[in-house]
DNA sequence: GTTTTAATTCATCACGTGATGAATTCCTCT
DNA sequence: AGAGGAATTCATCACGTGATGAATTAAAAC
């Protein structure tokens, strides 16, 4: 027979804080924002939903604290922007796994399925993070404006393409490779979208893009 | 002042079931499955709530027309798979390109963004999508079967992530780049994901990927 | 030892959701 | 002209959502 649970405080130091954050990264991360209950949540941690209320003062402020890396991404990022540029590829494509695969996945993966939908909180985020990172591994490279902007839109697809493939939709071979092997097979396209030659796009006659829609300039 | 609708059927040929879906599509496209509301479109389509329900018989159901594609993406990368492998990456990109700018956007849209849920459909839409669009790119390649899962995850990575960037996300420069200069920056890579040699991994001493709980083999 | 503060649950609110069945108006077929 | 069916709206239903305030219990502060 089920215990009915008590009412009040439980005795002893209280874990529900922490219960309620790893549940709502799981699920965020899982089924997206919208697609996640603040009940859900509370049901994963073994909580009351009023709980979620009394400690993050609603869904939005939980969500903040969700992607509230673990690790500050900068700092990681940090190392691999003073690598020597004739290895910037690999240096940053080694951060990037590391971060990914530590305790920070969760998040990341939060963060990343939801900066693909276009709610308020997406394009901030989305905005935020990539003028951030980038800017960042951008930092020292040789090359003007316009050129910079192609060369870190060309990485950021690659990476983002990585990412989604390895923890978002986990296609294998590549969920289970080693950072080594995901280095040898990404590595060299990442170096030459930094630093390598652009290729010839002298004969371009026509635009036919998708539309003028495409307002919210990210960069 | 605001004319309050009459009830009963409209006078002349009725649009309203296409209405719906370009409304559907669009917002499924925007804000995913969830986040979207059977009212949302009534209310963006001009119709009532319930002649959705007339018509596509609940929300999965409209879903699931919506994403029927207008082309068949079978078809149209048939004659990419025909070209000789020495120009498979350009071929295969173009139909891509040419597919995604078509009026079958909206549609792919929603089924990428679908695609990196964990709903029911979101897996099955993967599994069936990926099954029939990479076996499609991947035949007659030379090469056993792990090696050829390795290179369509690589493809499918990289085209993932262009896809991303240039209809999610609208990356600029990529979102208004031409398709000449998007082959011109992608099809080297692509090329050498399908047919071009595979970086030597030899030593390849330790996992440490992800985890265990990627049980769904998508391949 | 008493008071204050934190942790927890309960009961409830207003609201939006997807769904259903009936009512009304028009079109088409005979 | 009349009958049957398609198109459209209305009035609901049961349910899940996020949120709030009060009640209860334990810990911390004094």
New interface residues.
């Given amino acids: 027979m089920k215990s009915p649970p008590v009412r009040g405080r439980r005795q002893g130091r209280s874990t529900s804080r922490e219960l309620i954050l790893a549940s709502a990264r799981k699920l965020f991360a ?3 924002f ?2 996640t209950s603040l009940r859900e949540i509370a049901r994963d941690a073994g909580v009351d939903p009023a709980l979620v209320h009394h400690y993050f003062s609603g869904k939005d402020e939980l969500f903040n604290a969700c992607v509230e890396l673990p690790a500050d991404p900068g700092e990681v990022l940090a190392d691999a922007s003073k690598t020597p540029a004739a290895e910037r590829g690999e240096a940053l494509l080694r951060a990037l796994l590391t971060l ?2 530590s305790s920070a ?1 969760p998040a990341l993966v939060a963060l990343l ?1 939801s ?5 308020p909180q997406s394009s901030l985020v ?1 905005t935020v993070l ?1 003028k951030r990172v980038l800017s960042q591994v951008l930092a020292g490279l040789p090359g003007n404006d ?1 050129e910079l ?2 060369r870190g ?2 990485a ?7 990412m ?18 995901l280095v ?2 990404f590595a ?2 990442l170096q030459n979208h930094l630093i390598g030659p ?4 002298s ?8 539309g003028p829609e ?1 307002a ?4």
């Fill in positions: 899982e089924r997206g919208t697609a990914w695969d996945q399925r900066a693909t939908g276009s709610t989305r990539f316009d902007a192609l839109s060309l950021a697809s690659t990476v983002m393409g990585l989604m493939a390895r923890y978002l939709l986990r296609i294998q071979p590549l969920t289970s490779a080693t950072h080594d092997e040898a097979w060299p396209t652009l290729p010839d796009t004969n371009t006659p026509a635009r036919h893009g998708p495409s919210d300039g990210v960069f």
